[in-house]
C-alpha cells in the first residue's frame, strides 16, 4: 500500500460509507454528514468526494434498487474495501498516538 | 401523472454534460434530495437548492470523467491536425510565407486604419453627455437668400432658448480672444508668451461639459470681473512649480488687463473639437460691452453650447424654437430684410461633419466622408489578402487531392477533413496576426508621425483592440478557411485515387471571380489616389488672384498705446531701409486668415433691401499694390484723396449689391456699419481662403491696422534680414515678443490634412496593390508548375519561349483586363462626386485612368512573367524525362 494520504473530508465520506453499511450513496451519506455534524454539505462535492476515493481502490460501487422518490432511478451503492479500511484504521490509530502526546489536564 | 415541480432544465443540462455511467445516481440523488427539501423548506426554496445543487455539479471533478467517451479522441485528432498542417507549410514553405506576409499585411494595415478612424470618431465624446449636448449654428439670411452659415452664435440666442424651453437644462457659451500674456514675477524677469487658445466663458461651462477643474472652486472661480483660470501645462509654463493660485496675469491687447488666476483645469484632451488653455470671466466682456454680450442679437462670435434632457426630441424642440423666433424676432428682421436661423447641432459631429465659417479649429476638423473613405481601403486591403489565402488554397487542391482521396478511403468523415483545413487555416492566420502585431506596435510612432494622425498609444492597451484583432483573425480565418476546406474535402476518392486531373470550371471561375475583384479595387485605389492628388495640385497651383510669395508677416504688437499710427510710420521708414525689404503694409488680417470683422452694408440708392452682413478688412494704402491685386474699376485708396470716408469691395461684392458692371459700383454711396461711405474702387475677386472655400463678398477700409505686418522681401539670407527687422521693432514696439512667418507656408497650411490625405491614400494603395500582386505571383508560380509537362510537350512540338510566356500569361491578363474595364467607369463616376464637393475643381482627366490601368497591367505582367518565365526556359528534356 503506497502513501496515501487523505483529505479531511475524504476521511469523513470514508467512515460514513463504512458506518452506512449497505445504505451508503451520495443523498445519503449527505443527509448523515448535515444531520449528525450539523454541517452545510454540498451534494455534489459529496459525489466528487466518493468518485475519487473509488479512484484510489478505498471503495468499490455497485448499482443498487430503484424507488419512486428518487424518479425511478436507481442508486450507487458504495462499499469500503479492504484497502480503504486499513487506511481508516491505521489513521485512526495514528490519531489516538497523537493524542496519547498530549499532558493529562489536571482538574484542581 | 403530476407536473414536475422541479426546474427539468436542470437536468437537460446535467444529461448534456455528465459522463453517461454517472448521470443516473446523480440525476436520483438530486430527486430525492429534492423531495426531502420541499417537505422541509417549501417547493421554493427547494426548488432553488435543487437548481443550485444541479449546477455545482458542473466542476472539473466531474466532467473531467467524461473524457473516456469522446473529448480524447477528438484532442488526439486536433493534435494530429496540427501536426499534419505544420508539415504542408514545411513542405511549401515560399507559399506559406507568402500567405503569412499577405495577410499580415493586409491584417496591419487595417488595425491601424481602423483604430485611426477609431480615434477620429472618438472626438468630443469624452463628455458623459455629450450626446444631449449641441452647438448652435447660425445661419444668417439676407432677401430670401442664404447668405452664411457660421458656427459662432449670438450670445442672446442660447439664453433665449434655455429661458423658454424646459427641455433645455444648461447653457454655455465661449468667445474667443488672443493677445500677449505676461506674468511679472517681484524681481525676475518677466514671462511673456503670446497665447492663442483664450477664450471667454463663465462656470456655466462646467455644467454642460466634462472639462476638469484641479484646482479653485467650480462654482466660483470664473464669479467676478478679471478672473482666469488656465490648463495645467500653462500654469507650469509661467509659474513653473509654484502655486499659480491668487497670481496675477497680465493681458497686453489694446490696454493692459491683469487677471487673477483663481483655478487651473485638466488639459483639454486631443480629441476636444474646441481647445483653450486660457478662461477669462465672461463678466470682463460684460462689463467692456455695457451687456452687449449678453443680450445682443446680432454680435455673432460667440460658440454656444446648450445641454437637453436625456431623450429630448431635437426636431420637435427646434420646429418649437424656430416658431419662437419667428413670432419673437419678426419685427426686428423685417427692418432689415433678413431672416436669422439658429440650428441645434450635435456636439459629436462637429470634427468630422462641420464646415461652417470662423470654426475654432477648422485645421483640426475632418472630412467624415474621407476619414470613412480610409476605412473602406482597408476593408479593400483585408479582402484583396483574404481572397490571396482563397486563391491560392483552391488552386493548391490538386496538389492535396491525393491526400483527400487517401484520407477519404481509410475512413475519414467529411467533417474531419474540413477541420483539417480549417486548422490550417487557423494556424496560418494565427500566424499573421502575431506578425501583423507586432508590425503595428512597431509601425505605430512612425505611422502617426508620417500621416499626422495622433493616435494614442494607450488604444493598443484598450480591451476594444485586442477584440478587434482576435475578430479580424476568427473572421479572417473562418472566411478565407471555409470555401477552400468545403472544395477540398469535397473530391471523390474514386475520381481522383484514379488519377484524373480534377477540373474544377466553377471553382475556376470563382478563383478568376476574386482576381477580377483584386485588381478591381486596386485600379480603382491608383486612379482615385491619383485624382486626389490632381486636384490637390490645382488647387496649390491655381492663381489666387494675390501674391503670397516671399512674404514675410510679423504679428502686430499687442501692447500699443494712442501713438500707434505715428510709431508705426516711423518703423515703416525704418524697415524700407533694410536692404532686401521691397515693401511693408498693415492689415487687420492676411490671406489664409478668415476675417472676424463684419459689419452691415447697404447701398444709399438702390440695390438690395436691408443690409448685407459683409466680412471687412482694415488695410493701408500698400496693401493692394504689394499683394498685387488687380482692380477691376475705380482705384485704390490714395494718400491724394481723404479715403477715411471711402471704401473698396470686391466683385463678389458689387454683385451682391446688384451692380451689373464693377464700373457702376464707382462712386456710389453706402452705408458701412454706422459711416456712409463712397465705393472708390472694385478689386478682383481674389482667394483670402483655400480653394476649397468659396470667395465671399468683401469689403476694404483704411486703417492703421496693428494686426499684421507683411513685409515683401527679396533676399536669400533671411537671418540677417529677421535679425535687422528686431532693431526698429524694439525701439518701437518694447515689450512685444516678435513672431514671424511666411505668408505662403502660412497659406498652404490649409492643405495639409488634404496632403496628408494624399500621401496616406497613395500608401495603402502601394500596400494594396503589393499585396494583389503577391497573391497573383503565388497563383502565376503554381500553375506554372502544374503545366510543367504541358510546356515541355509544347516546346517539343516547336512552340517558342514567347509563344509559352503568351500562353501562360493569357489565364491571367483576361481577369487584369476585365478588373480594369469595370473599375474605370465606376471610379470616374465616384471621383466626379467627390470633386463635386469642392467649389473650385479639375474635372477628371482620362490621362489618370491610361496610367492606372497600364501601371496595374504592368505590374500583373511582371508578377506572372517572374513566374511563367521559369517554366518557358526549362528544357523540355528535364521535364519530361520521367515520362
Not at chain 2, 454656444?304 to 426636431?315: A, H, N, Q, R
Amino acid at each position: 500500500m503506497g502513501k496515501e494520504f487523505l483529505g479531511e473530508f475524504e476521511e469523513l465520506v470514508l467512515t460514513m460509507v463504512a458506518a452506512l453499511q449497505e445504505d451508503a450513496y451520495g443523498a445519503a451519506i449527505t443527509e448523515e454528514i448535515e444531520s449528525r455534524l450539523k454541517r452545510d454539505v454540498n451534494l455534489s462535492a459529496v459525489h466528487v468526494t466518493l468518485y475519487r476515493l473509488e479512484d484510489k481502490g478505498y471503495l468499490k460501487s455497485k448499482l443498487g434498487g430503484e424507488t419512486k422518490e428518487r424518479g425511478g432511478r436507481r442508486k450507487r451503492i458504495y462499499t469500503v474495501t479492504n484497502s480503504g479500511m486499513a487506511t481508516l484504521r491505521a489513521m485512526k490509530e495514528a490519531r489516538v498516538e497523537l493524542w496519547k502526546m498530549i499532558p493529562q489536564l489536571k482538574f484542581v | 401523472m403530476d407536473k414536475p415541480e422541479y426546474p427539468g432544465w436542470v437536468l437537460w443540462v446535467l444529461q448534456r454534460t455528465c459522463p453517461p455511467h454517472l448521470l443516473e445516481e446523480i440525476e436520483g440523488d438530486l430527486l430525492q434530495r429534492f423531495k426531502r427539501d420541499s417537505s422541509k423548506f417549501g417547493t421554493k426554496k427547494a426548488r432553488w437548492r435543487f437548481m443550485v445543487y444541479g449546477l455545482s455539479f458542473l466542476r472539473p471533478g466531474i466532467l473531467l470523467r467524461n473524457k473516456f467517451s469522446f473529448q480524447l479522441i477528438s484532442l488526439s485528432m486536433i493534435i494530429n491536425y496540427i501536426t499534419i498542417a505544420f508539415r504542408n507549410f514545411n513542405r511549401q514553405r515560399a507559399y506559406t510565407l507568402l500567405n503569412i506576409i499577405g495577410l499580415a499585411l493586409g491584417m496591419t494595415a487595417s488595425t491601424l486604419i481602423f483604430q485611426y478612424v477609431k480615434y477620429e470618431a472618438s472626438f468630443d465624446k469624452f463628455h458623459s453627455r455629450a450626446s444631449d449636448i449641441y452647438r448652435i449654428q447660425y445661419n444668417g439670411w439676407q432677401n430670401g437668400q442664404l447668405n452664411f452659415e457660421s458656427a459662432v452664435a449670438v450670445p442672446a440666442a442660447p439664453a433665449a432658448l434655455k429661458n423658454n424651453f424646459p427641455e433645455v437644462e444648461a447653457f454655455t457659451r465661449f468667445l474667443p480672444i488672443g493677445g500677449v500674456i505676461s506674468y511679472d514675477a517681484p524681481g525676475e524677469d518677466p514671462v511673456v508668451f503670446r497665447e492663442e487658445r483664450m477664450q471667454f466663458a463663465d462656470t456655466s461651462l462646467f455644467n454642460v461639459f466634462d472639462f476638469r477643474l484641479l484646482k479653485g472652486n467650480e462654482r466660483t472661480c470664473l464669479k467676478g470681473v478679471n478672473k482666469v483660470i488656465i490648463a495645467e501645462n500653462v500654469a507650469n509654463k509661467y509659474f513653473g512649480s509654484g502655486d499659480p493660485i491668487g497670481k496675477q496675469l497680465t493681458l497686453h491687447r489694446g490696454d493692459a488687463s491683469v487677471f487673477e488666476v483663481t483655478g487651473v483645469f485638466a488639459n483639454v484632451p486631443e480629441n476636444s473639437h474646441i481647445k483653450f488653455d486660457f478662461l477669462v470671466s465672461y463678466e470682463i466682456i460684460n462689463a467692456w460691452t455695457e451687456n452687449e454680450s449678453e443680450t445682443s442679437w446680432n454680435w455673432y462670435d460667440f460658440y454656444s453650447f446648450v445641454l437637453l434632457k436625456p431623450g429630448t426630441d431635437v426636431k420637435s424642440l427646434q420646429a418649437k424654437w424656430d416658431a419662437y423666433l419667428a413670432k419673437t424676432r419678426a419685427e426686428e428682421w423685417n427692418k432689415q430684410n433678413r431672416k436669422q436661423e439658429f440650428i441645434l447641432r450635435p456636439l459629436t459631429d462637429i470634427h468630422l461633419y462641420s464646415n461652417l465659417l470662423y470654426e475654432t479649429s477648422p485645421q483640426d476638423l475632418r472630412d467624415g466622408d474621407a476619414v470613412y473613405a480610409v476605412s473602406v481601403v482597408a476593408v479593400f486591403i483585408l479582402l484583396i489578402a483574404w481572397i490571396n489565402y482563397i486563391n491560392l488554397a483552391t488552386a493548391r487542391s490538386f496538389k492535396r487531392a491525393n491526400e483527400v482521396g487517401v484520407r477519404k478511403v481509410v475512413g475519414a468523415a467529411k467533417g474531419q477533413l474540413i477541420g483539417q483545413f480549417l486548422t490550417e487555416s487557423f494556424l496560418l492566420n494565427i500566424s499573421a496576426a502575431l506578425v501583423a502585431l507586432l508590425l503595428v506596435r512597431l509601425l505605430w510612432t512612425p505611422f502617426c508621425e508620417l500621416t499626422g494622425w495622433q493616435i494614442p498609444l494607450d488604444y493598443m492597451l484598450a480591451g476594444e483592440f485586442w477584440l478587434m484583432v482576435s475578430m479580424l483573425f476568427v473572421i479572417g480565418a473562418l472566411l478565407s478557411g471555409f470555401y477552400p476546406a468545403i472544395v477540398l474535402s469535397s473530391f471523390k476518392p474514386v475520381v481522383v485515387l484514379k488519377g484524373k486531373l480534377i477540373k474544377s470550371s466553377a471553382g475556376n471561375y470563382l478563383r478568376k471571380g476574386l482576381v477580377v475583384f483584386q485588381f478591381a479595387a486596386s485600379v480603382f485605389l491608383i486612379s482615385g489616389s491619383l485624382i486626389v492628388y490632381d486636384q490637390l495640385e490645382f488647387m496649390k497651383n491655381k492663381d489666387l488672384g494675390i501674391d503670397i510669395n516671399d512674404t514675410l508677416v510679423i504679428e502686430g504688437p499687442s501692447v500699443t498705446d494712442s501713438l500707434y499710427a505715428s510709431k508705426y510710420k516711423s518703423f515703416k521708414t525704418e524697415v524700407l531701409r533694410i536692404p532686401g525689404v521691397k515693401g511693408i503694409t498693415a492689415s487687420t488680417s492676411i490671406p489664409g486668415e478668415e476675417n472676424y470683422w463684419t459689419t452691415g452694408l447697404q447701398r444709399i440708392n438702390g440695390g438690395p433691401e436691408g443690409a448685407n452682413v459683409v466680412t471687412t478688412m482694415g488695410m493701408d494704402y500698400d496693401y493692394v499694390p504689394q499683394f498685387n491685386i488687380a482692380i477691376k474699376a475705380g482705384r485704390n485708396f490714395s494718400e491724394a484723396f481723404h479715403d477715411e470716408k471711402s471704401i473698396l469691395i470686391n466683385e463678389a461684392l458689387s454683385k451682391e449689391l446688384e451692380f451689373t458692371t464693377p464700373d457702376q459700383a464707382i462712386g456710389e454711396m453706402v452705408r458701412h456699419g454706422r459711416d456712409t461711405v463712397e465705393i472708390v474702387g472694385v478689386l478682383a475677386n481674389y482667394h483670402q481662403m483655400s480653394l476649397r472655400a468659396k470667395v465671399i463678398p468683401h469689403a476694404y477700409r483704411l486703417r492703421t491696422a496693428s494686426s499684421y505686418f507683411c513685409v515683401k522681401v527679396e533676399t536669400n539670407d533671411y537671418k540677417d534680414l529677421i535679425a535687422r527687422l528686431e532693431v526698429p521693432w524694439k525701439s518701437f514696439f518694447p515689450g512685444n515678443p516678435i513672431d514671424y512667418f511666411f505668408l505662403d507656408q502660412f497659406f498652404d497650411r490649409q492643405y495639409d490634412r488634404d496632403n496628408r490625405f494624399s500621401e496616406v491614400f497613395t500608401i495603402f494603395t502601394v500596400l494594396a496593390i503589393i499585396i494583389a500582386s503577391m497573391g497573383l505571383v503565388g497563383l502565376a508560380s503554381f500553375m506554372a508548375i502544374q503545366r510543367t509537362r504541358e510546356i515541355g510537350i509544347r516546346k517539343v512540338l516547336g512552340s517558342s519561349v514567347p509563344n509559352v510566356i503568351l500562353l501562360l500569361s493569357k489565364g491571367f491578363m483576361q481577369p487584369v483586363a476585365v478588373a480594369i474595364l469595370l473599375a474605370l467607369p465606376l471610379c470616374w463616376w465616384i471621383m466626379s462626386q467627390w470633386l463635386q464637393s469642392f467649389p473650385y475643381h479639375t474635372e477628371v482627366n482620362p490621362v489618370v485612368f491610361l496610367i492606372s490601368g497600364m501601371l496595374v497591367t504592368l505590374i500583373a505582367f511582371i508578377s506572372v512573367t517572374s513566374q511563367t518565365l521559369k517554366a518557358a526556359f526549362t528544357k523540355p528534356a528535364e521535364t519530361l524525362k520521367y515520362e
